[in-house]
């Protein structure tokens, strides 16, 4: 073992130092450019590094930073978690008393997805940072989130699909910047509300999948997939100007991405021009190990420190960096520059984050308790939860009429959840309430047959015959249940889409008796449910994922018809048999030989129910009301557009489309305008359609009409080619809005084809140094053959 | 849903009622022949059963059986398990006082069954099988143990392989003779001790393997492999005489094992002759249901029931025939007789155990708290480990010269363990050891650095730094680690054999600083250790499986030399990227094109450590000392062996062989004879050999030697042609001693080849009648495409 000089004192991970603040007024830095409110971040951060010794700077690098006692800068935990309500392993909720024992849970963002509703989203990251100032104040919390996470949910087996909105890249796109616009407040804000941080950058989306660890897995990414589909959300977060990315364990196309310079400087940096001088990357939490095991990129753990900060990794969540740079500066293998450049970036973000400064200065140190859980925050739960409901099927029994002459039997293992409503990633909820307790609200009679009859894993019958009283005495049968954290979790991947456990029968025993029967599909990932589909006993089928701290009365509320249904499917449900066709491996989107497709884009199968799939509890019509022309001549589009970067390009307008939706049913609801472009242009194979523009609208009455407005750009009409740039092709287009569609408008682009985006590519060494005497060691589990690029 | 007017009241799934027994002498029942104690078993249960009513008879198909009120039979719970010492959900350990608090727990099987040694075997089911009954007469567990797991340990992802002794079929056949003769005692008893169950019966070994959930799996398997393999250890079990067989929850060739009248029929009860009338069949828990869904063999749930009980299931472990045999009855699906002859023969099992007799007759029946982890089953359970721990590698560092001038760094997540030393299906055990506990007890400094530094899961690095202090203070390090049941277990295979987590990190660590490194490697599943075979610093390497309550003592007492390692792997050490080469799914021992092969017998790779592997403190050599011809005439071979069945050719003598083993070192050791046959004899392919025998012999003095007797049949030479048949082949032989080997004698067999045994064929409708709706939904997942044979 490697022990150098420098080797320092075994140092703590730090916690329970959340709030505690340099002093710039009477510390030892009061006369320092760090203290000085009217310099830049830049030179205030600069003037910080400077006076650091190079083991104070080491130090430093770690999630867990120790600070610099003899100068005064404190302990300061980097590692907090906001996915849907603060949370993580150093947010420290009370126990005791009332005061900051918890905080407002929201739905995951898989159902907040499906709301498509990007001010809801917004609204939700505004209480999320509100709520995570309140607990900073208290000493309770950072100021910086590891959240979001906008991988797209590519393969329906992934764990930690649920942490994200969806499959569709453009969606993803659209919420991630509503979402950091709630969470870091507004670019000419003085000060950032927090920090978000967007992971796992990049191609990050298998945990455990047969024996493929996320630790050591090797994407494999065509050019052309990693511009028009991984890195697509990513580039949304440059655009919202997000504080801090992350990079992720996996290596992509043989490089671990925290050592990749290609992903994090030729990308990030140059292309996309992330380089405020704020703009930090963490690696995920240990990630810069595995640069040395399991990947065995650097030969050396120096080496892989090194690499790491060479790259663009500013700071280690972990140790590894603080346990090895002194054996790498040893060694030569880095110089001090480019930790210089690490740590300036970490404190020009604090600098925006007001940590040097005067609390009374900053209105955001000035909230507390009463900013927290407020009636407000808790009704935006519910509503969110609600807007994200998605009928699948129904024939005609919903909305349910009850009063108290209906006796309803209630089933399945989530009908009386507790914290499994919440997914994962949770702190600790207002309060927790089931469906069971949202049923028991209502004046209507209740036989509830609980405890898991069903339920996941095992197939046990034990617990059946208890069912039989309730299916007897009930005129209703609703089951609810589905998948939960023991299926598909962090660390965890399904292998199978079917329904788990003994579900299925017992919801065909419902089904059999010819009482109307009614399911409540569970969990964040789709589980296939043609066999309720098909089965004409089953009445409705409403799926809810994680509907968060008020996920009970949420699904009531559909239920009853409350608030009509009117959330769309943000991922394919595809049939259970799609896990034998395509290794999880296999990151090609496009169908090829041993892969079906991928997404509603490219899927070639049928699946159960489509992305944007959704009943209502009316019908609606639409009609683009815009003019359109037939034909759009492609230098006419570009002219405005010549200065365009990766970045701007998202500003290059083509048309704003006004779409006329009209209720033609009986009932109020609100309607989610999907809005989608197909056709022939480019080179085959071509998608199906994509999704250029969404915008749900709200309460529109019995008969009523209203608009939504969808802005395209030249974007929304682009393809990316084999070698990753962007380009406008001449060929058929069609505008369709919605999945049926309802309206289609056609058009031509004519012209020369014209590349909005030249795209980078890799170069250089894409080869590790290795680590003797592990040659083919980590390589993976069946199935882990892989496309190549 | 199906409501029969026969269905019952809901019933309860009995507990607490293991040792209630019938009252022969003033009950109901004292004058019918069930209490006729000179009449025979199957006319005391036939005269019991015709007592019943239909509804009370299928009350009775349950494990949870209810009893007979009436009549005066009590409740009775079938469901105990005892797999490495009493255990299970329904054996009832007290939690307040000490009696009846603990049993003894032994190691677990795949330890055990590295020892080698039958003898030991049967003396830990003794202990078993008298603490079960002292438990039974306390009303703490039941009669009938759902024990062994003889499944050979075919793919070493198996989570369940740590219960079996290992891979080798000949072996599991010796072990579970040895331990069926411990459990039931012997066959002249006029009382059975308990009752054994071999399961899972055919085809067993896979849980979850990447979407190929054991309850829905279809095993298919050659009948050349069925009867050479997986079928072996059955037979062996019924030349045993076991009481009970459980049918498994996966199908073989298309039919659910408990409802396959080819298996439970025509192989059990016919060819093998398994029919006392007190030998009955239970489901494993709830595979009747799984006939239904997943399996989907039988279209309804009255069809599922109706379909096990023809086929030859006596007992469900579940309630799913109690719920649906009214209605597969009113439907004409069964008759009665069929479940009559179930129960005659659960009844007659329990004539047998002495159920209905007077307690005072019965020795069994008078063992208490006394009989109950006494000081020689502690003994034997420190025994049981020593004997089976293996010595993989040692560059003489071992037997540690320890007093108290050494300084031992201790580090892994397994030094200090608890329960992680039990494995699964365990108990209450006396104590728990560790290895660090019994280090404590000898006389030398012990640096500690402890908790989870690498472990399972997540490699991370947060608790690393606290290794350097014991790094640096220490003479010797010793890393103790593995893999535990959070990564192999029931319901859970492996997907790598890689190290887990960043273990290997740890041990490189250490090994980097030059001092002396011995790594304990714990868990029942082979861990690929190449690169610490490769890893000139690492000086030794022990395997230690599950060695359960005394493990810490029993690994000390190797590795200071108190007791000299002689255990052999009892399955291969294969390299980590065996799992990407075949899938789990494929059952084929042979190789093929997708397939490297399986067992010592056909892997065609290079073993890390192969099968049988194990090093000791000294050095043996081996001679053959019997006079053996060159060559034996078939004919004359089969002249004593003309009306041999199936079940008595384990008694058609070859010869004894007496081998001469020599201790050439310096220090006493115990001694594995390992016995194997290869040669060209048959179809191509052969096997590289095949083990045919093993004795150990105990304590060889330095310089001494002794005799080993390897008893061969006319069956340690047959082969198994392609349609099951086992038959004697002229051609060459050679019988070796050893893996190196260290002694070899070849022979000849001449003649015309002859069939020892003819294979019955699956005959009749191997598809069953599907569940409408769910074609392919539960088709498994991706690498399920399997052998067809």
């Known amino acids: 073992m490697y022990t150098s000089p420098r080797l320092l004192q075994p140092l703590i991970w730090v916690t329970g130092v959340l709030a505690v603040f340099p002093d710039c007024q009477n510390g030892p830095l009061q006369t320092e450019t760090i203290c000085n409110t009217s310099a830049s971040p830049l030179d205030r951060a600069k003037s910080l590094v400077t006076l650091y010794t190079l083991e104070e700077k080491i130090n430093a690098t770690s999630s867990g930073s120790p600070g610099v006692p003899r100068l005064g800068i404190p302990p300061y935990q980097w590692w907090s978690e906001g996915l849907h309500g603060i949370a993580g392993p150093y947010t420290n909720f009370s126990t005791s008393g009332i005061e900051y024992s918890y905080s ?52 329906p087996r992934w764990g930690r699909g649920q942490e994200t909105p969806g499959e569709d890249a453009f969606h993803l796109s659209s919420y991630v910047k509503a979402l950091i616009a709630g969470l870091q407040g507004e670019t000419t804000d003085p000060y950032k509300r927090v920090v978000a941080t967007c992971k796992h950058f990049a191609g990050y989306d298998i945990e455990d999948w047969n024996g493929n660890l996320r630790y050591q897995f090797d994407a494999q990414i065509s050019q052309q997939d990693l511009v028009e589909y991984y890195l697509q959300p990513f580039q949304a977060c440059v655009q919202a100007n997000v504080g801090a990315f992350m990079c992720s364990y996996n290596a992509v196309n043989g490089v671990p991405t925290c050592a990749d310079p290609y992903l994090l400087q030729t990308i990030l940096r140059e292309h996309w021009g992330w380089t405020n001088e704020e703009q930090w990357v963490t690696s995920d939490c240990d990630a810069v190990q595995n640069i040395y095991l399991p990947h065995q990129w650097s030969a050396t753990r120096e080496q892989a420190v090194a690499d790491a900060l060479i790259a663009g990794t500013d700071l280690d969540c972990g140790t590894y960096m603080q346990e090895h740079l002194p054996g790498a500066f040893a060694q030569g293998l880095v110089n001090e520059n480019v930790l210089d450049q690490a740590l300036v970036r970490q404190y020009s973000s604090l600098v925006r984050l007001g940590w040097f400064d005067d609390a009374a200065d900053q209105p955001y140190r000035q909230f507390g308790w009463d900013s927290v859980a407020t009636d407000a925050s808790q009704a935006l739960a519910r509503r969110a939860a609600v807007e994200g409901i998605v009928l699948l099927k129904n024939d005609g029994v919903l909305p349910l009429s009850i009063d108290s002459s209906v006796s309803l039997g209630v089933f399945g293992d989530w009908a009386n959840a507790t914290s499994q409503l919440l997914g994962n990633y949770a702190g600790v909820p207002t309060y927790l309430h089931s469906p069971l307790w949202a049923l028991q609200q209502e004046n209507l009679t209740i036989n509830y047959a609980g405890g898991n009859p069903g339920g996941q894993g095992d197939p046990t019958t034990n617990r059946w015959s208890s069912l039989s009283g309730a299916i007897a005495t009930s005129d209703i049968l609703i089951y609810i249940g589905g998948i939960d954290n023991s299926i598909e979790e962090e660390g965890h991947d399904r292998t199978s889409l079917a329904w788990t456990g003994a579900q299925l029968d017992v919801i065909f025993q419902l089904a059999a008796t010819g009482k109307p029967t009614i399911v409540v599909v569970m969990g964040g990932g789709q589980i296939d449910s043609a066999p309720l589909a098909n089965n004409a006993n089953i009445s409705a089928i409403l799926w809810a994922g994680y509907p968060g701290q008020d996920g009970g009365p949420a699904i009531v509320d559909i239920l009853t018809g409350k608030s009509p249904p009117a959330g769309r499917l943000p991922q394919t449900q595809y049939p259970a048999s799609y896990t034998s066709l395509v290794p999880m491996t296999d990151m090609g989107l496009r169908p090829s030989e041993n892969n079906p497709g991928r997404t509603y884009k490219w899927y070639n199968g049928t699946a159960t129910y489509e992305f944007g799939h959704g009943l209502h509890y009316t019908n609606f019509s639409a009609t683009v009301t815009s003019p359109m022309q037939q034909s759009y001549r492609i230098a006419d589009l570009m002219s405005t557009c010549k200065n365009a970067t990766s970045i701007t390009l998202e500003r290059c307008a083509f048309t704003s489309v006004d779409i006329s ?129």
């Not at 907040?112 to 900073?136: C, P, Q, W, Y």
């Not at 070698?723 to 999945?739: A, H, I, Q, R, T």
Request: with cysteine; net charge negative.
């Open 104 to 155: 407002t849970s929201f739905p995951q963002p898989i159902l907040m997805g499906a709301a498509f509703d990007d001010h809801l989203i917004t609204d939700v990251a505004k209480v999320i940072s509100t709520e995570a100032r309140a607990f900073n104040n208290a000493n309770r919390t950072g100021l910086d989130f590891w959240t979001p996470n906008i991988n797209p949910f590519r393969d």
């Open 661 to 789: 939706v009209t209720n033609t049913g009986a009932v109020a609801s609100d309607y989610v305008t999907l809005c989608y472009i197909s056709g022939s242009h480019g080179p085959a194979p071509h998608p199906k359609k994509s999704l250029v523009g969404y915008q749900r609208l709200f309460g529109i009455a019995a008969g009523a009409s209203d608009t939504a407005r969808i802005d395209l750009t030249l974007e929304s009409l682009a393809r990316v080619d084999e070698v990753g740039n962007k380009v406008l092709y001449p060929g058929e287009y069609s505008l369709m809005v919605d999945n049926a569609p309802l309206a289609a408008v056609a058009f031509r682009l004519t012209g020369e084809e014209e590349v909005l985006d030249f795209w980078p590519q890799p170069g250089g060494n894409r080869t590790g140094s290795g680590v003797e005497g592990l040659e083919g060691y980590f390589e993976g589990g069946f199935g882990s053959g892989q496309v190549v690029v």
